[in-house]
Nanobody, 130 residues
């Protein structure tokens, strides 16, 4: 089982940037596809971005495409989410998630489904003020 700890959240003005980090431990990090999800108050947890095991293809929600970038460093057991041009509607708790199920041949829709992720971090709050 992999344990995940997010960091890097905070309060930022609209148009600003933040970089979230998710440190993994307890298992071989490179065996897991990684994803970021977010949950705003009163809303369902939604997909933000995902990256394959070997830092190959990545996937993004339409709402963040062109503004957010997911990356991973398998040597450091860490996945990142660089968030630029932040908007108030990006305000949410952001969760890092790991999937041992997704393979490099899994469909993009599979990477976007939270049901395919087995391990979750505790979340980090991102608040964007207008």
């Amino acid at each position: 089982q992999v344990q995940l700890v997010e960091s890097g959240g905070g309060l930022v003005q609209a148009g600003g940037s933040l970089r979230l980090s998710c440190a993994a431990s307890g298992s071989t990090f490179s065996r897991y596809a990684m994803g970021w999800f977010r949950q705003a108050p009163g809303k369902e947890r939604e997909f933000v971005a995902a990256i394959k095991r070997s830092a190959g293809n990545s996937y993004y929600a339409d709402s963040v495409k062109g503004r957010f970038t997911i990356s991973r460093d398998n040597a450091e057991n860490t996945v990142y989410l660089q968030m630029n041009s932040l908007k108030p509607e990006d305000t949410a708790v952001y969760y890092c998630a790991a999937s041992p199920l997704l393979t490099p041949y899994s469909s993009s829709s599979s990477y976007q489904s939270k049901d395919n992720y087995r391990n979750w971090g505790q979340g980090t709050q991102v608040t964007v003020s207008s």
